[in-house]
């Protein structure tokens, strides 16, 4: 089961009722007795070192120094001192999920390490007016220190760190006035840097265990395919190769090759001689699926918005509108390829592993070795980037097997053709609107027909896989939209006095798991898309249209709060920053330019507009985008050089699946298999980006996703205003704008 | 199995290893020099760049036996502590997010400040055309090899 993202904020509930005076027998014992350890997250040893655990997983999105950020602001601590730790699983986090997805770790963590650090500052506090025999309320707290005002007395936090200890955990500290901060807010470097750049950052392939075993798997060829039988003869003659051994994830069988060290594995696995048994997906044709997918909606439709009566005001409007986009299937290709490295003894186990689910990490282990989950010490390396494919486990299920087999150490990686092949793909989707204008051009009805595809969770941890699973039960009538989804057409931002949105079923035999942003990559580039042919069709200047279209109010749909004034304010901000107003040279340098805009929100908390501008070859044989102005508002900036960063990221994501690559399948197999014919962005193309962080008092929200699904719609607009060709169809190539 | 004598940072390292075995699993398999990393094997990545003789080179696609008599520097002997201007610039600027192809970027932009002190935004392309970074760090990996040369790239 994936973890909603309910399950998960009362998981981090419980956790913040529990972390007070949390002491773990085993931890204690092994700690110096002194080291004052008021909760989950943070100890202070009497070196004054102040040591932060990072309750979330790291895979670029800067939790390592974000969340000691936080704790650091309401220590007192000095950030720069602070020493940070990851946590893994059971012991001292018994109680806490470290699984990490939705863009969701700050919002998640806020609240719960803000109280963390407050109460050790009052204890440590406390312990100093105790010694001065002073009232605490006369102390106050300066980078790792506690002061006495009237007196100027200081003592460290590890002179106070023993005293501290005895004290009570206070269970509603005061917490600081975000007015005071003086670490949240600022512009922050990443507290492991200086790894990363020496080259000392441990990512999962990076550890080698006495008498470990190197495997490379060779897995199903086609979608759904078994193994019938292999012939091992000529892989076990390559010097170097100790085993070849049957392995099932659960998501592919495979045949894995296991030798002395990762080359000779993949010199091994060439020569295997497999035989596979054609499963359902077989013929699976990408081209074929995405021609079908209009008829999904002649079918079953799952009601996701209804207000006034779309269908009656589509049938007497002055004017109709209708376009139909459509996303393909893509891949998340991060840059280190699936990998885990596993030890099953009799009684124990011990993984390494790179991945964004603890939950599912733990599960997929127990499942494989036969082991309970707490015999089980996950150890969480950096991740070489996730995006949402590290939220599965299936390659810990395969190194688990393995290990569990031949009872040595085995690490199992995989190529960067498994990882584009074998891996699980964000699916291919399609977004059809119809628009009814009335004879004063004012936009009277939308309805939105979008497609959407179960999440496969054909691990073996849920007790299916692949190839037998029955078809899931159909789902409930209200299913999709009872979760908010899908993200992007249910909270539709737009006022629209006759809206109907519905969505179809596409599953498809592919492996599909989120990708960046999940749903609101697809949804929004029709949403967004549309709204422009829109404010074409009528004459308007597509930001005055969006603005028409957002009073500012909240709009509430089901429980989500939607803040259109603040969606507001991000437009008119990118309208001004980007110079949208002035003049613009149509034709410069033998090409043709043109601007384009699109906007969006993230589950309520988070606000982006932004404006693409490009220019196209006269001949339309190329896209190249110059410069990507973004207005965001996110919340209270916690890191305002973490989200910058975020938004040049999300925009390099956007922008390789704008401009570059896609996954398709042709017999059942995925035809792109490495960065020579997956393509993504190389800084050649990178645009300058200008990022304007709008000041805001709302709660932080966490910021990895959202600058995605803005920049395709973006980049479509620009192209159309550049050149006059509507492209639908991503990526946008010279022959699809040749075609519109 | 034929051994190599191999200069690695500095140091004569002896290995046993097929003679087609690319210097990155060398490195990283049977020197224990983790900071090279695997991104495709084919050479279109740039994670596994390392410096042969002071170039910058793809370790995934040259065999062993082709750099038995080379000088070979990885990002763990770029430097003592991070000290060149590259990774002194790369923490400046904030450059890594997931951090995985910054070793390869760092060896590249420090052969590319050897050659060039003061690379043009061109120059710079032109030598991270095949480098690939699916976190998007560009802009600020462009800066940080600015600030570097400012820094004194030439080492
Ligand atoms: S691993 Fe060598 S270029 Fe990608
Ligand atoms: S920082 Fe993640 S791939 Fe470059």
């Known amino acids: ?740 | 199995m034929p051994t190599y004598s191999l200069t690695v940072n500095g140091r004569a390292r002896t290995v046993e290893a097929p003679a087609d075995m690319p210097l990155l699993w060398v490195l990283r398999d049977r020197l224990q020099l983790f900071g090279t990393k695997y991104g495709c094997g084919i050479g279109a990545c740039g994670a596994c760049t390392v410096h042969v003789n002071g170039q910058a080179v793809r370790s995934c696609s040259l065999p062993v036996a082709a750099v038995a008599a080379a000088r070979i520097t990885t990002i763990e002997g770029l430097s003592r502590d991070g000290a060149h201007p590259a990774q002194q610039a790369w923490i400046e600027e904030d450059v890594a997010q997931c951090g995985f192809c910054q070793p390869g970027m760092i060896m590249e932009a420090a052969a590319l400040l050897r050659a060039r002190p003061q690379p043009t935004d061109g120059e710079i392309d032109g030598a991270f055309a095949s480098h690939i970074c699916r976190c998007g760090t560009y802009n600020r990996l462009r800066a940080a090899v600015h600030r570097a040369a400012e820094l004194g790239g030439k080492r």
Not at chain 1, 139 to 154: K, S, Y
Not at chain 1, 256 to 280: I, N
Not at chain 1, 673 to 698: C, N, W, Y
């Open chain 1, 1 to 740: 089961m994936p973890v909603s993202r309910r399950e998960f904020i009362a998981a981090g509930a419980s956790a913040a009722g529990l972390w007070l005076g949390v002491r773990v027998p085993e931890l204690a014992a092994a700690a110096p007795i002194a080291t004052f350890d008021p909760n989950v997250f943070v100890s202070i040893a009497p070196n004054d070192v102040v040591t932060v655990w990072v309750i979330r997983l790291e895979m670029g999105q800067g939790v390592r120094t974000l969340l000691p950020m936080i704790i650091a602001e309401e220590l007192g601590a000095d950030l720069a001192r602070v020493h940070v730790e990851q946590a893994s699983p059971g012991g001292r986090f018994r109680t806490v999920r470290l699984h990490t997805s939705g863009s969701s770790s700050s919002s998640d963590t806020y609240r719960q390490l803000r109280i963390a650090g407050a109460a050790a500052r009052e204890m440590l506090v406390a312990a100093a007016a105790a010694h001065w025999k002073v009232d605490a309320a006369t102390c106050r707290v300066e980078l790792g220190a506690v002061i006495h005002g009237p007196t100027n007395r200081r003592r460290t936090f590890g002179q106070l760190a023993t005293a501290a200890a005895t004290l009570p955990v206070p269970r509603t500290p005061t917490l600081k006035d975000p007015a005071t901060f003086t670490v949240l807010g600022r512009p922050t470097r990443r507290t492991d840097g200086r790894k990363i750049v020496t080259g000392r950052a441990q990512y999962g392939l990076d550890v080698k265990w006495r008498g470990m075993l190197y495997a490379s798997i060779v897995r199903s060829p086609t979608l759904g395919a078994t193994l019938k039988g292999f012939d091992a003869k000529a892989a076990l003659r390559v010097p170097g190769v100790r085993h070849v051994i049957a392995v099932n994830s659960g998501v592919h069988h495979g045949v894995a090759v296991l030798a002395s060290d990762t080359w000779t594995a993949m010199k091994g696995r060439a020569r295997l001689h497999v035989e596979w048994e054609p499963g359902a997906g077989a013929g699976f044709d990408s081209a074929e699926f995405l021609r079908g997918m209009p008829q999904r909606w002649d079918g079953k439709l799952y009601p996701i918005r209804d207000e006034g009566d779309a269908t009656a005001e589509l049938a007497r409007s002055a004017t109709r509108l209708e376009a139909t986009y459509e996303f393909p299937f893509q891949a998340h290709a991060p840059l280190e390829t699936m990998n885990c490295t596993a030890h099953v003894r009799e009684t124990d186990a011990e993984v390494w592993v790179p991945t964004q689910s603890d939950v599912r990490t733990l599960k997929q282990a127990a499942l494989a070795s036969g082991l309970p989950e707490d015999r089980i010490r996950a150890h969480h390396a950096l991740m070489g980037g996730g995006f949402g494919r590290r939220l599965f486990a299936d390659y810990v299920a395969e190194a688990v097997q393995l290990s569990a087999k031949l009872k040595v150490p085995v690490q199992v990686l995989w190529t960067r053709e498994d990882d584009m092949r074998n891996g699980y793909f964000q699916p291919a989707t399609m977004e059809r609107f119809r628009a009814g204008i009335d004879a004063g051009g004012r936009l009277q009805a939308l309805a939105h027909q979008t497609t959407t595809s179960e999440l496969t969770i054909y691990d073996l941890h849920d007790g299916r896989n692949i190839w037998t699973a029955p078809p899931k039960p159909p789902r409930a009538d209200n299913a999709i939209a009872s979760g908010g989804s899908p993200w992007g057409a249910f909270d539709n931002p737009y006022t629209v006095p006759h809206l109907r949105v519905d969505c179809a079923d596409a599953t498809s035999p592919v492996p599909v798991g989120p990708w960046r942003a999940v749903e609101y990559p697809s949804t929004v580039f029709g949403r967004e898309s549309f709204l422009d042919e829109i404010a074409v069709a009528t004459g308007k200047d597509p930001i005055a249209l969006r603005l028409e279209l957002l009073p500012r109010d909240v709009k509430l749909v089901g429980t989500q709060r939607i803040d259109r004034a603040r969606l507001a304010a991000s437009l008119e901000a990118v309208r001004e920053r980007a110079g949208w107003g002035t003049p613009f040279a149509r034709e410069r340098d033998g090409r043709l330019w043109g601007r384009g805009v699109a906007c969006s929100v993230y589950h309520t908390g988070s606000y982006i507009a932004m404006v693409a501008e490009l220019s196209v070859a006269r001949d339309l044989s190329d896209v190249r985008v110059h410069r990507i102005v973004a207005a965001v508002d996110c919340g209270i900036p916690l890191n305002p050089l973490g989200v910058e960063g975020q938004v040049e990221s999300g925009i390099a994501w956007g922008l390789s699946a704008t401009l570059l690559g896609k996954v398709d399948f042709v017999n059942g197999a995925a035809v792109q298999g490495s960065f020579r014919d997956f393509r993504v962005l190389t800084i050649d193309q990178m645009p300058k980006v200008e990022t304007h962080i709008l000041p805001s008092q709302a709660a932080p929200r966490g910021f990895g996703e959202h600058p995605v699904p803005m920049v395709a719609p973006a980049v479509a607009n620009a192209v159309f205003a550049a050149c006059g060709k509507r492209v639908r169809s991503l990526p946008i190539t010279a022959e699809g704008m040749r075609r519109a």
